[in-house]
């Protein structure tokens, strides 16, 4: 069967081919992408046409013609339909889609720089090989905005850890210039799974900001978590304290030895200080934590008690970590996931020194997300698969 099926594939493309037409490049690869789609759908199916077994997931329902644009110009292919058990798209069409989300990115980024929206189109143009007119970047922005809305209020499920952080950005309001906040949030899952949950851009990371940002979360359907990981931001614990009471908070432990160093009184302490807080935090258990705490605190009480008093006040709640099972700690030990991923963002949101509005920077930022997140949910297991914390 397969045999026959390459046969008839190879005799359609040389007769295409023999044809020396103009379109006889796109009318080839017309061919392979229905032929492409086919074998996908007899994978799926598990079953060939007419054939009685088993094993059979579903049932064939015909074709549904798609347009799609190339280098080549628009090829018309045919899609096969399924009904019945499963859900079936083909893989390359897809990538078509990953594509055209891309673009509807590199849209975003123009309007934020103030291009016209002409000028947009000979730029995705020349970029895409095919005529886009203004009023399909137009299209393409407000379904950008859709999609954008929709990922925002999407239903959430059940996480065994949120790791929270923010970074700032320069955005016109009320004809004023400010430094706003743009709330992030990353959820894993017992399956080991990392996503991005949500994303909000506000005034400032005040209690008032993350309390109606960690809410929104809550109300899609955010439950089950066993710790949440973040920097010592005032807002954001109080915020904590109030949403999620009675949950374990893991202070980043990157940010609390930076911390620590506005406490050490002279400069040429802090390298021993770092180092005397990294044992504590690098203990192979935490009653070794506790115990080489208590050491450092001593030693320092009385060259400088300023910073015994601190150490022994802050360094705990980044211990927090220890309730974890070992294999998932040093993934959980700062927030250093979240700020690659700012990192990321600011590569993006460079192309505008001020964002004329705040709108504009949630577009931006939120369209670069949607495409990070369906990446990692496609990626292997972020941490090993637990059920629960000891």
Known sequence: MTHQIESSIIEELL???????????????????????????EQVLKADHYERSDEREAYRNGYKDKTVSTRLGKITVQVPQVRGGVSFYPSSLEKGIRSERAL???????????????KVSAIVEELCGTEVSSTQVSDAAKELDEEINAWRNRPLGRYQYLMLD???????QANAVVSSAVLLAVGMTYEGQRELLGVSVSLSEAEVHWRQFLQSLMERGMHGLAMVISDAHTGLRKALETCFPGIPWQRCQFHLQQNAMSHVPKVSMRSEVAGDIRSVLNAPDRQEADRLLKFRIEKYRSSAPELATWLEEN????????????????????????????????????IASIFPNPESALRLVAAMLMETSEQWLNDKRYLPAEQALP
């Open 15 to 41: 007769k295409v081919l023999s044809l020396r037409e103009p379109d006889g490049l796109r009318n080839t690869i017309q061919v392979l992408l229905n032929a492409a789609m086919k074998a996908e759908q």
């Open 315 to 350: 360094v705990p709640q980044s211990l927090t970590v220890f309730q974890a099972p070992a294999a998932h700690r040093r993934m959980l030990r700062t927030t250093n996931m979240v700020e690659r991923l700012n990192r990321e963002i600011k590569k993006r949101t460079k």
């Open 104 to 118: 509807k990115l590199a849209i975003a980024e123009m309007y934020v720089k103030g291009v016209a929206t002409r």
């Open 166 to 172: 923010a970074r700032y950005e320069h955005v016109r």
